[in-house]
Nanobody, 125 residues
Framework: QVQLVESGGGLVQAGGSLRLSCAAS????????MGWFRQAPGKERVFVAA???????VDADSVKGRFTISRDNAKNTVFLQMNSLKPEDTAVYYC???????????????????WGQGTQVTVSS
């Protein structure tokens, strides 16, 4: 069982930055594939970024060049650095974990077993 706790959300003006953190309870964190998703009001939850246990990453086109996913295995934490934020980035951001043996970047929600509670990010114009 893996527990995930997100933090770092808040209110920021357009053009600003935030760094989200997701702390995992698993002592096997280094073997987990991790992802970030977001859900805007009235919309479905969508993929934002993913990182494999080996450190390979992929970003959604909507955040490419602005968001960066990274991980610190010593701290059992995955990060999402968000720069040049736009009002359309406003959403609840969720961290997700996969404990399978997959070496592939996982961009689909059903590829993840464990989910955090989410953290609200609001970008004002």
């Amino acid at each position: 069982q893996v527990q995930l706790v997100e933090s770092g959300g808040g209110l920021v003006q357009a053009g600003g930055s935030l760094r989200l953190s997701c702390a995992a309870s698993a002592h096997t964190f280094r073997t987990l594939n991790m992802g970030w998703f977001r859900q805007a009001p009235g919309k479905e939850r969508v993929f934002v970024a993913a990182i494999t246990r080996a450190g390979s990453t992929v970003d959604a086109d909507s955040v490419k060049g602005r968001f960066t996913i990274s991980r610190d295995n010593a701290k059992n934490t995955v990060f999402l650095q968000m720069n040049s934020l736009k009002p359309e980035d406003t959403a609840v951001y969720y961290c997700a974990a996969d404990d399978s043996s997959s070496t592939q970047l996982i961009t689909r929600q059903h590829g993840y077993v464990y989910w955090g509670q989410g953290t609200q990010v609001t970008v004002s114009s």
